[in-house]
Antibody
Framework: QVQLVESGGGVVLPGMSLRLSCAAS????????MHWVRQAPGKGLEWVAL????????YYTDSVKGRFTISRDNSKNTLFLQVNSLRTDDTAVYYC??????????????WGQGTLVTVSS | QSVLTQPPSVSAAPGQKVTISCSGS????????VSWYQQLPGTAPKLLIY???KRPSGIPDRFSGSKSGTSATLGITGLQTGDEADYYC???????????FGGGTKLTVL
C-alpha cells in the first residue's frame, strides 16, 4: 500500500533552517510528481511546492520563493524540502503528497501524516 | 485570503443534502481541473473528487463534483455524522504557476 512518512520537523528559532524528508513506499516513486502542502495551526491548507517526477521542474508559492527548495532522490524514494530563513508565519504542519495526474494537475491522492515545524523565539 | 473562495461553514441535518461552492477565475478553475478534499479532525486531507467530477476508488457515490465556468461545487447526499469535516477545493493557477486551495468549509451535520 502507498505510504508517505514525513520527518525532520521541530522547534527552531527565527532565521534558522530545517530539512524535511518524506519517505515513500508502495508505489513507483520515480514516476510521480510530488507536493508539499502546509497547514498553520487552526488554519486552512496552503500549497507550498511541487516537483516533477524527474526533478526537472519545480514550482513554489510566492511566500517561500528564495527560502525553500524542493528536491527528490529517486534512488532512495525520498522527497525533501529544505526550509531556510524560517519565519514565525512558517509555523505549520507540513504534508507531503503524491499527484495522481500529470504535472500541474493538482490531484493529490495520497498524503503523509505531516511533520510539525514550529518557529518561535 | 485564498485565491479560491469557499463559504466558511455549511450545515444540514442527517440524511439531507448539502452543496459547497468554490469560486475562482479564468486563470485557475476556468481552465484547469478541480479537486476536492475532506479533512476529518486531526487527520491528513483525503482526496474526494478529481478532474472536476471523478471519484477515486473507495469514495462513495454520495459525493459528487461539478464545474461551470469559474466555479465548482461539491455535493454530498445522505449526510452522516461521520461527514463532519473541513472540505477544501484545489486546482492549479496558470498565471501564478502555483497550486491553490480554497479557504475551506466546515460542514456540521446537525
Amino acid at each position: 500500500q502507498v505510504q508517505l512518512v514525513e520527518s525532520g520537523g521541530g522547534v527552531v528559532l527565527p532565521g534558522m533552517s530545517l530539512r524535511l524528508s518524506c519517505a515513500a513506499s508502495g508505489f513507483t516513486f520515480s514516476t510521480y510528481a510530488m507536493h508539499w502542502v502546509r497547514q498553520a495551526p487552526g488554519k486552512g491548507l496552503e500549497w507550498v511546492a511541487l516537483i516533477s517526477f524527474d526533478g526537472g521542474n519545480e514550482y513554489y508559492t510566492d511566500s517561500v520563493k528564495g527560502r525553500f527548495t524542493i528536491s527528490r532522490d529517486n534512488s532512495k524514494n525520498t522527497l525533501f524540502l529544505q526550509v531556510n530563513s524560517l519565519r514565525t508565519d512558517d509555523t505549520a504542519v507540513y504534508y507531503c503528497a503524491r499527484d495522481r495526474g500529470w504535472l500541474q494537475s493538482q490531484e493529490l491522492d495520497y498524503w503523509g501524516q505531516g511533520t510539525l515545524v514550529t518557529v518561535s523565539s | 485570503q485564498s485565491v479560491l473562495t469557499q463559504p466558511p461553514s455549511v450545515s444540514a441535518a442527517p440524511g439531507q443534502k448539502v452543496t459547497i461552492s468554490c469560486s475562482g477565475s479564468s486563470s485557475n478553475i476556468g481552465n484547469n481541473y478541480v479537486s476536492w478534499y475532506q479533512q476529518l479532525p486531526g487527520t491528513a486531507p483525503k482526496l474526494l473528487i478529481y478532474d472536476n467530477n471523478k471519484r477515486p476508488s473507495g469514495i462513495p457515490d454520495r459525493f459528487s463534483g461539478s464545474k461551470s465556468g469559474t466555479s465548482a461545487t461539491l455535493g454530498i447526499t445522505g449526510l452522516q455524522t461521520g461527514d463532519e469535516a473541513d472540505y477544501y477545493c484545489g486546482t492549479w493557477d496558470s498565471t501564478l504557476s502555483a497550486g491553490v486551495f480554497g479557504g475551506g468549509t466546515k460542514l456540521t451535520v446537525l
